[in-house]
């Protein structure tokens, strides 16, 4: 359930509580309100989600685009972070 927490993190809902089967298993969440989130707060929840080497990957890349960050790329990448 380790994992269910960083998705839990990474996405912005609160766990409130899930349940395992044997053979699939139930989360509940609390969603709350949509909101703006910038670029320190993407950081965070990309740490939380990917462990430490793919973790360096995604902020090499990050780093790369971010020198850029009115390009098309950039937008796209850190758009598809977040989805």
């Keep these: 359930m380790d994992l269910v927490?960083?998705?839990s993190r990474f996405s912005g809902v609160k766990l409130l509580a899930y349940g395992v089967m044997s053979n699939h298993?139930?989360?509940f969440v609390y969603i709350g309100h949509p909101?703006?989130?910038d670029?320190?707060?993407i950081v965070?929840?990309?740490a939380a989600l990917y462990s430490d080497a793919r973790?360096?990957?995604?902020?090499?890349k990050w780093n790369e685009l971010a020198k850029r960050p009115?390009?098309?790329?950039?937008r796209r990448y850190?758009?598809?972070l977040l989805t």
Excluded: G, L, P, T
Excluded at 55 to 60: A, C, D, L, R, S
Excluded at 70 to 74: G, K, L, R, T
């Design 5 to 7: 927490r960083r998705v």
């Design 25 to 27: 298993f139930h989360v």
């Design 35 to 37: 909101e703006r989130i």
């Design 39 to 41: 670029d320190a707060e």
């Design 44 to 46: 965070r929840r990309i």
């Design 55 to 60: 973790f360096n990957q995604v902020m090499k």
């Design 70 to 74: 009115d390009s098309s790329s950039f």
């Design 78 to 80: 850190r758009n598809a």
